[in-house]
């Protein structure tokens, strides 16, 4: 008997090891959507935690986003250089010590330096999941990345209901935090147990490889504007349902969640759309859709039904706008570890500023601010799409 491979099986290896490189990223994404959106829900909880009055404590968002900020700079050079699931796994083991740590911290400074923590935890790892799955599938990315995307939605939708299942149960919203934590570690088993892929080497839009500095600005603002307000919306609709006595405590929550859970279900129909449509459509599409929301939403602000159909419609139509804006991107110049950095250092400046700026806005002008503010942003996000669709890049200068 011949001890050699056949080749139906020496080609079903490789078809394999990309099957389980991939559940392993969706794996972490699920926990990086449950750590991503825990703020948001737990904020009066923190607050009070804390002996700061909400305006005060919105720092934790600030500090959060910074760190993931720091994450995704220090991120887009490690894959590049480094094995990434080593990487990744070191990560999700230090932000499951981080969320164990939180419900004992009852500092404010000290609070949010633990928050920073955990968002340079994110931010790397959101760097390596998506540079890695394109180096895993390349040309056929696209469905594949709006899957990645979809289980950041739906550890984002089980985040909040997390939340409100741990207030009922203990009364203390706070020791969601460790249960969490312990859900943060079969991502950890998975991937460490899995070789790392190596880099893409698919063709820049530019004749030296390098890619347009213009268009590299243009996609990081486009990354900047819809980032933002997916945080800043997800982040503040508990306290804005709350402080426009339209939600309880727990029916707030749940509003959260049913906002990650339409988030959730956008990407999920993204993986089909992007198998048929071109990025630049679902992209307009989701554009128009977050507008009609906000607006329905600006329309009639202390109407519950209106307040839960728009959070349910800005949810599912800004859902698929990340995983599309990267494929959207890979069309135009070459992915590499260091570009995604560029992208998601764009993000993440927006989910900076965007939860800051409704932070200091909230309690003088009244919590109708938080759309406001939301609108302003996504209308700037359709000024920047509309640029990225006239802009040609010109060719890199060739030598004589």
């Not at 796994?89 to 911290?105: E, Q, Y």
Request: proline share 6%; aromatic share 12%; glycine share 12%.
């Amino acid at each position: 008997m011949s001890t050699s491979a056949s080749p139906t099986a020496v080609a079903a290896a490789p078809e394999s090891g990309r099957i389980a490189k991939t559940a392993g990223y969706y794996i972490a994404y699920v926990v990086l959507g449950l750590t991503s959106t825990i703020i948001g829900p737990t904020l009066p909880g923190l607050a009070a935690h804390t002996h700061a009055a909400i305006g005060a404590a919105s720092v934790l968002f600030a500090a959060h986003w910074t760190g993931y900020l720091f994450g995704t700079i220090l991120g887009g050079r490690i894959y590049d250089r480094v094995p990434g699931h080593p990487v990744i796994v070191g990560v999700l083991l230090a932000m499951t010590a981080m969320m164990a740590t939180v419900p004992f911290v009852s500092i404010l400074w000290l609070l949010a330096a633990v928050l920073l923590v955990l968002g340079v935890g994110e931010g790397i790892l959101d760097v390596g999941g998506n540079t890695l799955l394109v180096w895993v599938h390349r040309e056929k990315v696209a469905p594949f990345m709006n899957g990645l995307h979809f289980f950041v939605g739906v550890g984002s939708f089980l985040s909040p209901f997390v939340v409100a299942r741990t207030m009922l149960a203990t009364g203390d919203a706070l020791h969601a935090y460790w249960v969490l934590a312990v859900l943060m570690l079969p991502a950890c088993f998975w991937l460490g147990r899995l070789p790392s892929p190596r880099a893409s080497a698919v063709d820049g839009d530019r004749g030296d490889g390098r890619p347009d500095p213009i268009l590299v600005l243009l996609i990081a603002a486009f990354f900047f504007t819809f980032a933002g307000a997916e945080v800043a919306f997800g982040g503040w609709i508990y306290t804005y349902a709350r402080e426009q006595g339209l939600e309880t405590a727990t029916s707030a929550a749940y509003l959260n969640s049913a906002y990650w859970g339409a988030f959730a279900l956008g990407r999920l129909l993204g993986i089909a759309l992007a198998a048929r449509l071109a990025p630049r459509t679902m992209l307009a599409a989701d554009l128009v859709g977050c507008l009609a929301s906000l607006g329905l939403m600006l329309a009639s602000p202390v109407s519950q039904a209106a307040v839960r159909v728009g959070a349910l419609g800005f949810g599912f139509f800004i859902a698929s706008m990340f995983a599309t804006a990267l494929v959207f991107a890979g069309r135009r110049m070459r992915i590499t570890g260091k570009v995604t950095g560029y992208f998601l250092i764009g993000a993440s400046f927006g989910t900076i500023c965007l939860p800051w700026l409704i932070g200091q806005l909230f309690e003088p002008v009244g919590p109708e601010a938080a759309l406001i503010v939301i609108a302003a942003d996504m209308l700037v996000s359709l000024a920047v799409f509309a640029a990225l669709g006239v802009y040609r890049p010109r060719p890199a200068p060739t030598e004589a």
